[in-house]
Every structure is written in structure tokens, then in C-alpha cells.
């Protein structure tokens, strides 16, 4: 409590006195246009402009007058408060701006000369000064540092004090007199309220209220009104230090951006710089593979050419990855027919899938444009890798790819394919990250299946520089579908028909598949092409349809037969067909599998109009169609490829390796090659089959099943385990036995055999079969 | 392809081949009549296994040389030595002897 009040201090609280003690004067602060500080309690009635009330012309008591000042502080106290809490500078996080505000708001709301405000220092010893506002200078200081040391009982205070120290007379109270003779007395300083300011429960500072002339009685209010200022130097902190953290972050993310940038480029560079001496390596193992090379160094060769395809192919992946991060890869703009894009895809993937055992199916609705413009490459790239993974990553079941016009985007030449299998799926957690390079769903999966994780983050790049995406749905154990969107440009003249379609027009046309996809994808396009087509997904109902259709006098001009059905099989039904008493049969085109190469044997045995490799592509459909049309018709056909029944042989060689024991017909293969360019090794038993094997280098391997020493079965699963161990591509093996029960060609196949042929083994047969795989290598 | 003329036990069999088969079908049938001398002493030492492995050869091979009949005798011949069935082991090693004193074989495209 001060015992005598200054002059200035007396004067200005006279002054207060004279200008606010009538309520006239009050009702005028309080009115429009006064500062905040001096508005009066808002709950007070009052109307602007009416007349005053009577009692205004009474004096005020002294209580009242305690009561008017108490408001106005308060008032005054709430507005520095509220307008330092809307401050900008407050939360800006630039804590000089954001103390010289406090400091300035907060001494003038007291009425004190000195505010300021002191931190710690790190080793708690001493403080320092931030911020010092003298209110009659209107200016601010900082620097000065005071050490525990000289003043032990005010550090003492500023620790164990729970309120604000309260010094109404500094120069006697115990926690500030140490001041007295260095700074309270030089700079006329009579009063001190100083505030701690905590952090986290902890004293990290204080703010000082210092009053010049005598002594000054603290109310509670003040006290409060100082340690509200104390929070808010808190809240100031912590939003320096928050702009400090994000300044650091975006300091790091920018580094990160530039060092991703650096590195992307750094790789592309390098790749390129890998890819050209590694294409000479590989190019000249090619051509020392052609050499006279003993089986040791043809072993070696095989280990330098297996890594450095591998290599080159990993190479090539990172450099695509790394020049999309890096955008320096561009699209080409050319035109390009979509339909043959699919089946050129569909065709690299349809070996893989029937090794698997998979249904592989596409289907193009027809409402898709198919004359588009864009990189037909790079979408080639994005359908082989999403069905590569699709077939990758199922055991058993089905691949198929929809292809429908983008339902989400309303633009022409948007358009998604999606892909659905039957696999183990993407654990839901899992459905975003495998999108990203070097990323697959478990750490297993590379291990299970291989694989470095870039092809997905890759196709995803260039489904988004496509104006796409890619997205994944996906059940564990059940399956996913990988849905790709993309934006192309439609060719002006895409309005014209499609030209290699046949004309079917007024042909009728069984289709008949006991896969649903594959008789939509037969129906819709035989449909397009003018032909009216029924379906039948079993062979009892395909039989009911024929004589149903023959006694309507609307027979069947073509019978498109799957081979493998449950119950009643293609050849069945195309057998009952050929011996049925009806005139006019219709033309049966068998769809085999290459898995199955008897199929196409019996194709021809049959004497059928032909057969379709599945998975069923259009052109392949067009083409077989159109000859056993004109076959039917007398016109010769013209040869074109798959689908004949006369398939052009390729004349580039294979090496290929008969297992099997019986002399005569070892001799009989030899002589239907004798006039090939193929070169054929044999192998009287298993044992000796498998020695060849690890020595040579083979093509293909025909495989006898009953064989003394070591038969088919256990050499074709030493071949497959030695593959494995040795890390070499797998060879394909082709299994010739007299028996074709379904137990017995499953064990055929669980060995690890690619395809089955019934003996006796014709020429025509062998031949077909040779050039088909030789076809395969070159894709 | 096969085609057999008359059903008597002293007529001719003629077989149309191809061509390309000219070189290697003698020895075919050559080692068909050593299969009969091989066949007739197995029975008599009761060698099973060797009939079974000869006659799933014949099975495999004749139809690849043109020769169905072969096949068809062979498949019995195995079979029947599975079943130690020496009566038609015999009756069709007989069947194939016949075959082969009365098959004549004329290459044609």
C-alpha cells in the first residue's frame, strides 16, 4: 500500500476525477464515438439522444465512485484483452511483434509507465529482456540481462510465488528492495507487479509492471489483468514456436523435393547411361549363345543372359519411373485402333494365363470408339502390367478385362479398363500404398511371387499424365479389380465402319461356353458384325438349340464350340453334329486352349471349319469366321494366321529335346522334322532327359510319360526343381501319352508339363504345335 | 492312312503312306516281326513286363507310322499283360504275325 502518492499520479487521478465522476461525463464515454476503454457497463439502460434521467443530477457517493472506477478498469482491461486476443501480431509467431503488441496494449490498460517482459535463459541463471514499452517515450527496448546471483530473493519469489508479485512499495518489499539502489531509485520506479509466465506448469519468465513515482496499491483486478498478460506472452511463444516447426518443415520439404528431383534425374541419366553398354552385353551373350560352347560354358552364358534381361528390364522400369517423377516423359499423339491394342495385350498375357490354368477374357462393349489417339505403347504397357499382376497374383479362377466407356467422365474418348481376377487380393490397408515404387501388398509377396513394385506406380503415373487414374477395389482371398481410367482423343474420321469386320448379316450363329464372359463377349461381337447370335452355356442345350432352330427351318449357319465343358464336351457335341441325319449341318469352329494342344488336333481330325486359341480375340474371331465361311462357300482361303486350318509355319528354327524310349518313334519325329529347320536331341529315358537338359539348351521338350529309368512325370519335376534352384526361365514341356483320362492329365500336369499330345502324334499335329511355340518365343 | 482289303487270313493288307515315311517304315515293321520272336519267348519265360512295355510301344507308335492296327493290338497286348492274360497274349501276337507276312505298303500322297 503507498503511503503518499506522487504529484503526477495525485494530479492524473484529479483529472480522472473532474472528467468522469459526473454521470453526465460517464453517459458521454459510454456513448457512440468514445474509446472502448471508456464505455460504460452495456447492461446500464440508456437510450442515445433521449433525455437524461433526474437522478444524473445528483452527485455520486463515494462507493458509487469506487464502483464507476472499478468498471472502467475492468472495461478497459477486457478491451486490451480482447483486442490483443484478436491481434494478428499475438498469433502471428514473430514474438518481438507479438510482445511489443502485449507491452503496448497491456501498459496502457494499467497506466504504467514500464512494462516488459523477461524469459529465462537456457541455463536458468539469469533472464533476459524481450520487450520493454515506456508508455510516455512510446518505445520499446530490449537486451538487458539480470543475473540470479544479484538478486537471490526476487528470482526466489518469481519461483514460489503463485500469483503475481504484488509490490506496491518496491523499494521496502522484501522481493524487489534488492532493485532498490541500482534500478528503483535511479529510475524513480515506486511500485512493481510482476507476473509469472508459465509453460507447461513450469516459470519460463515474467512480466514486469513498474510504476514511476511512489508507491501504488495493486488492486486484485490488476494482478489478474497481469497475469492474463502473462498468458498471452505464452500463447505468443507457442505460436513462434509452432512458425519456427512449420518453417523448418517446409524448409525440409522443399529440400526433400529438390533432393526427389535431383535424384530422379540423376537416375534417368544413369539408366541411360546403364541401358547402352547392357544392351551390348546381352547382345553379344545372344550371339556367343550361338557358338560351339561346352555344357559348362553354356551354363555360365545362360546365368549372364537370364541377369541381364532381368537387369535390362529393371533398368528399363526405374527409367520410366524416374522420368515420369522427374516429367520429362511425354506422350506420343498418334492414331491407333484400340481393339488391336487389346489383343496384342490379351496375346502377350494368354501363354501365362493357360500355363495357370486361368479363364483369360476381354471384353470391349461396343460402345467404346476403338479409332482413338494417344500412346498406344504406353497403354500397352499399363493393360500387360495390370493383367501380368491380375495373372500373377491368382492361383485359380478367372483374369477379365471390361473395357466401357468412362461412366464418370462425360468427355468423348474417356474411357476405363477394368480389370477383375479371382486372386488373393489387397488387404484394405494396403489398397493406396501398393501404388507406390517399390511397394507391394506384404514383404512376402516379393518372395512368393517377385516382382520390384514399380509396375504399378508406373502404369499409375501414366494413367494420371493420360488424364486418368488407376484405383483398386479389393476383398482379401477373393479377388480385386484394378479400375484405369484414361482420356484420348477420337480420330475425326472414327464415324467409319470398321473394315476387317466380316459382313454376317443373315448368318445365324450359336455360340456356346460355359464361361458367361466369354459367350457375352462372342455374342456382342458376332452382333456388331450383322449376325444374329444365341448362346448356350452347356452342351445338352446347344444340341436342344440346333434341332430346335433346324426344325424351325432356321438352322444354324455356325456352332462356335468351347472344347472343355463339364458334362457334355465340344467334341462331343460337334461329333453328334456331324452324325446327325439333318441336311444343311452348320460349320463348327472349335475354342481350345493351348494348354491343350490335342484340342487342335482333333480339330482336324474332325475335319471341323476350324478352331480359336482363347483367350477369344476379335481378329482372330473375324479372321477364322471369314475362312470357314468361304471354305464352306469353294472360296480358297487365304492365309492369314491363327484359326485355319493350315496355320503358316514359321521357318526360324527351334532346339528341341524328344524324351522318349521306343526307337521306332523317335525316328518317326525325327523324320517329320527332317525337313523343318527345327534340330531335335533325344533322350532314350527320363534320367537321360534330365541330364541333356542341365547341359543343353532347349526350346521346347517333348516328353514321354512311360518311360524306363526315370519316367516322364518325375524327369519333367526334376527339370522344373533344377529351373528353380538354377533361376532359369522355365522351358516348355510337352507331354505325349496314349492317355487321356482326366486323372491322368492332371498329374501331367501338377508335374509341371505346359501342354498334353495324344499318340499316336501326327505330323501335321507336331508341326502346328512347333510353330505355335516358336510364335510364343517371339512375343 | 490304313485300309485293309479282304478279311481272309491269306489275303493282302495294302497300306497307303506317305512318302516321307519311305525310309523308316521297313525298319518299323522289321522290328514289329523282332517284337513277335521277342513276344512268343516272354511268354514261354513268363516275362510280363517286357510284353506290357512292347506292346504300350506298338500302341504309341503304329498309328504315328500309319499302322492303326498295330496301335489297336498293341493296347490289347498291354493290357492283357497287366491282366497275365497269356491266352490273348498269344492270340494277338499271332493277330500281329499275320499282319505283318500279309501288309504291303504303298507310298502315296
Redesign the interface.
Known amino acids: 500500500m503507498a503511503k503518499s502518492e506522487p504529484s503526477t499520479r495525485k494530479k492524473r487521478r484529479l483529472d480522472q476525477k473532474t472528467a468522469q465522476t459526473s454521470v453526465e461525463s460517464l453517459r458521454a464515454a459510454g456513448g457512440r464515438g468514445a474509446p472502448p476503454a471508456m464505455r460504460t457497463n452495456e447492461s446500464t439502460p440508456q437510450t442515445v439522444g433521449s433525455p437524461l434521467p433526474q437522478r444524473t443530477a445528483q452527485l455520486p457517493t463515494p462507493v458509487s465512485l469506487m464502483q464507476v472506477r472499478r468498471t472502467q478498469a475492468l472495461r478497459s482491461h477486457q478491451n486490451a484483452l480482447l483486442e490483443l486476443a484478436k491481434s494478428n501480431a499475438v498469433h502471428s509467431g514473430d514474438l518481438t511483434r507479438a510482445l511489443q503488441a502485449i507491452t503496448t496494449a497491456g501498459g496502457r490498460a494499467l497506466d504504467v509507465e514500464r512494462m516488459s517482459i523477461w524469459l529465462f535463459q537456457n541455463d536458468r541463471l539469469s533472464i533476459r529482456l524481450l520487450d520493454l514499452y515506456e508508455l510516455s517515450r512510446h518505445s520499446h527496448i530490449s537486451g538487458t540481462v539480470l543475473e540470479a546471483r544479484h538478486y537471490p530473493a526476487y528470482f526466489q519469489a518469481l519461483e514460489e510465488e503463485e500469483r503475481a508479485i504484488a509490490a506496491h512499495d518496491a523499494r521496502r518489499d522484501p522481493r524487489t528492495c534488492e532493485f532498490a539502489q541500482n534500478y528503483l531509485i535511479p529510475l524513480n520506479i515506486g511500485a512493481m507487479l510482476d507476473a509469472p509466465i508459465r509453460r507447461k506448469g513450469k516459470v519460463v519468465g515474467v512480466l514486469c509492471n513498474e510504476h514511476v513515482g511512489g508507491s501504488r496499491s495493486w488492486s486484485v483486478d490488476e494482478e489478474n489483468f497481469a497475469s492474463s498478460l502473462a498468458t498471452m506472452v505464452t500463447l505468443a511463444m507457442e505460436a513462434a514456436e509452432r512458425r519456427e516447426a512449420e518453417q523448418a518443415l517446409r524448409l525440409a520439404k522443399e529440400a526433400a523435393e529438390v533432393a526427389n528431383r535431383v535424384k530422379s534425374e540423376f537416375l534417368a541419366s544413369m539408366s541411360h547411361e546403364i541401358r547402352t553398354p547392357m544392351n551390348a552385353i546381352i547382345g553379344m551373350a545372344d550371339v556367343l549363345w550361338d557358338t560351339q560352347l561346352n555344357p559348362e560354358q553354356r551354363k555360365y552364358l545362360r546365368v549372364v543372359r537370364r541377369a541381364g534381361g532381368s537387369l535390362l528390364s529393371l533398368i528399363n522400369d526405374i527409367l520410366d519411373l524416374s522420368k515420369v517423377e522427374a516429367g520429362h516423359l511425354e506422350l506420343d499423339i498418334v492414331d491407333f485402333d484400340l481393339s488391336d491394342l487389346i489383343d496384342k495385350a490379351i496375346e502377350i498375357l494368354a501363354l501365362r494365363a493357360n500355363e495357370k490354368g486361368l479363364d483369360l477374357a476381354c471384353h470391349l462393349s461396343a460402345d467404346v470408339p476403338c479409332k482413338l489417339i494417344g500412346d498406344p505403347n504406353r497403354l500397352h504397357q499399363i493393360l500387360v502390367n495390370l493383367l501380368g499382376n491380375a495373372i500373377k497374383f491368382t492361383d485359380k479362377g478367372s483374369v477379365v478385362m471390361r473395357v466401357t466407356v468412362d461412366p464418370e467422365v462425360a468427355t468423348a474418348g474417356a474411357v476405363r479398363f477394368s480389370i477383375t481376377d479371382t486372386g488373393i487380393g489387397v488387404p484394405p490397408d494396403q489398397c493406396e500404398t501398393i501404388f507406390d515404387s517399390f511397394t507391394q501388398a506384404h514383404s512376402s509377396i516379393s518372395r512368393t511371387y517377385g516382382g520390384t513394385g514399380l509396375g504399378l506406380s508406373i502404369s499409375k503415373h501414366l494413367a494420371q499424365l493420360m488424364g486418368g487414374c488407376i484405383r483398386v477395389e479389393s476383398e482379401e482371398g477373393r479377388g480385386s479389380t484394378f479400375h484405369c481410367t484414361v482420356q484420348l482423343a477420337i480420330q475425326s474420321q472414327s464415324t467409319q465402319p470398321e473394315t476387317s469386320a466380316p459382313k454376317l448379316t443373315g448368318f445365324r450363329i450359336l455360340a456356346v461356353d460355359d464361361f458367361p464372359i466369354n459367350l457375352v463377349i462372342l455374342r456382342e461381337t458376332l452382333t456388331s458384325w450383322g449376325a444374329e447370335v444365341m448362346g448356350a452355356d452347356h452342351g445338352s442345350q446347344a444340341l436342344e438349340e440346333i434341332t430346335r432352330a433346324a426344325a424351325a427351318g432356321k438352322p444354324f449357319d455356325i456352332v462356335l464350340l468351347d472344347c472343355r465343358m463339364p458334362e457334355m464336351d465340344g467334341f462331343e457335341i460337334a461329333t453328334r453334329i456331324q452324325t446327325s441325319p439333318s441336311q444343311g449341318r452348320p460349320l463348327v469352329i472349335m475354342l481350345a486352349s493351348d494348354r491343350w494342344a490335342d484340342d487342335i488336333a482333333r480339330t482336324y481330325d474332325l475335319g471341323l471349319a476350324g478352331y480359336l486359341v482363347k483367350p477369344i480375340r476379335r481378329s482372330d474371331l473375324s479372321q477364322t469366321v471369314s475362312i470357314a465361311l468361304d471354305r464352306a462357300k469353294g472360296v480358297p482361303p487365304i492365309s492369314k494366321g491363327s484359326g485355319q486350318t493350315s496355320p503358316p509355319r514359321s521357318t526360324s528354327s527351334l532346339h528341341v529335346l524328344l524324351a522318349e524310349?521306343?526307337?521306332?518313334?523317335q525316328?518317326?519325329i525325327q523324320?517329320?522334322l527332317?525337313?523343318t529347320p527345327h534340330r531335335i536331341d533325344l533322350a532314350d529315358n527320363g534320367q537321360i532327359a534330365v541330364d541333356k537338359f542341365r547341359n543343353g539348351c532347349y526350346d521346347l521338350i517333348l516328353m514321354?510319360i512311360?518311360m524306363?529309368v526315370m519316367d516322364g512325370l518325375t524327369a519333367t519335376k526334376a527339370i522344373r526343381q533344377c529351373e528353380q534352384q538354377e533361376g532359369w526361365p522355365p522351358t516348355h514341356i510337352v507331354a505325349?501319352t496314349?492317355l487321356v483320362l482326366k486323372e491322368e492329365a492332371a498329374k501331367i500336369f501338377e508335374a509341371g508339363c505346359n501342354a498334353h499330345l495324344t499318340?499316336?502324334?501326327?505330323?501335321s499335329t507336331l508341326l502346328d504345335l512347333l510353330s505355335a511355340y516358336k510364335g510364343k518365343l517371339h512375343t | 492312312m490304313t485300309t485293309i482289303k479282304g478279311a481272309d487270313a491269306q489275303s493282302r493288307i495294302t497300306v497307303y503312306l506317305?512318302p516321307?515315311?519311305e525310309?523308316?517304315v521297313p525298319?518299323?515293321l522289321e522290328?514289329r516281326r523282332k517284337d513277335v520272336d521277342t513276344i512268343t519267348g516272354c511268354v514261354e519265360k513268363n516275362d510280363l513286363e517286357t510284353i506290357r512295355?512292347l506292346g504300350?510301344?506298338m500302341?504309341?507308335?503304329?498309328?504315328?507310322?500309319g499302322f492303326e492296327s498295330i496301335?489297336a493290338i498293341g493296347?490289347v497286348l498291354e493290357q492283357a499283360a497287366l491282366r497275365r492274360d497269356h491266352a490273348t497274349i498269344r492270340e494277338r501276337t499271332s493277330e500281329l504275325s499275320s499282319f505283318l507276312r500279309r501288309v504291303e505298303v504303298v507310298y502315296k500322297r
Open positions: 524310349d521306343s526307337p521306332d518313334n525316328l518317326l523324320t517329320y527332317k525337313q514321354d512311360q524306363p505325349l496314349a499318340k499316336p502324334i501326327k505330323k | 506317305d516321307d515315311l525310309d523308316i525298319g518299323f522290328n512295355i504300350h510301344r500302341k504309341g507308335d503304329g498309328g504315328g507310322y496301335s493296347e
